[in-house]
């Protein structure tokens, strides 16, 4: 069974772009998390989607936004840009919401210059 | 499971010998917890998990003590492996949060041939 997929692997932006970064859950699963990874905050949680709807936000500013679509894929988005921004973006997949093993992707590595 | 982030504490173990890898949540409304393995460049790896009404789980190589008095977790991996380097995760989550985990900062792990 193929893992979790996200694309672009890494992406170099500018302040003030916005970007859209994309993930494939494993087949069959039906929930998408997004996670921040960065050296100084560690991994915090951005938002979770079932059933393409936004289950859970963490704190994040509005500038980060997310959405799912009928085929479980999802998408985050960044406007704005801020050189805060630039990190290690994960996305994992579980079954559905509750106490499901969630599977991690590859993650998108961002750079904001 | 307050993210620590920059300064990684570090476990160098011998070949062979057993590592014990600790986490000290501040939830005490999680009721689910799971180990990550991270290796670098990876995205984080699902290792074991387990649920408050149990003290204590096994898996291959790997056992997870949970002492929910104290909000203690703990990693036992037994006869650790070159393969075993890498940074490991304790997540935390409450029934009411759905998929959302809480991370704690991270313990790197070196094995030393």
């Known amino acids: 069974k193929a893992g979790v997929t996200q694309t672009p692997r890494y992406l170099i932006k500018t302040r003030g772009q916005q970007v859209t970064l994309s993930c494939s859950p494993i087949s069959g699963h039906r929930s998408v998390s997004w996670y921040q990874q960065t050296p100084g905050q560690g991994l915090q949680f951005l938002f979770e989607?079932?059933?393409?709807?936004?289950?859970n936000k963490g704190n994040f500013p509005g500038r980060f936004s997310g959405r799912q679509f009928s085929n479980s894929r999802s998408e985050m988005n960044v406007s704005t840009l801020e050189l805060g921004d630039s990190a290690l973006y994960l996305c994992?997949?579980?079954?559905?919401?509750?106490?499901?093993?969630?599977?991690f992707g590859p993650g998108t590595r961002l750079t904001v210059t | 499971g307050e993210s620590v982030g920059l300064h990684l504490p570090t476990l160098s173990v011998q070949e062979g010998d057993n590592s014990i890898i600790n986490c000290a949540y501040s939830?005490?409304?999680?009721?689910?917890f799971i180990w990550y393995k991270q290796e670098s460049g990876k995205g984080p790896q699902f290792i074991i998990d387990i649920r408050s009404n149990m003290d204590k789980r096994q898996g291959q190589r790997v056992t997870v003590l949970l002492n929910k008095t104290v909000k203690h977790l703990s990693l036992q991996i037994a006869a650790t492996q070159p393969g075993d380097s890498a940074v490991y995760f304790c997540?935390?989550?409450?029934?009411?949060?759905?998929?959302?985990?809480?991370f704690g900062g991270g313990t790197r792990v070196l094995v030393k041939p």
């Open positions: 994992a997949s579980s079954f559905s919401q509750g106490r499901y093993e969630q599977y």
């Open positions: 939830n005490s409304a999680s009721d689910y």
């Open positions: 997540a935390e989550t409450p029934k009411a949060a759905g998929n959302k985990l809480t």
């Open positions: 989607y079932f059933s393409e709807t936004q289950r």
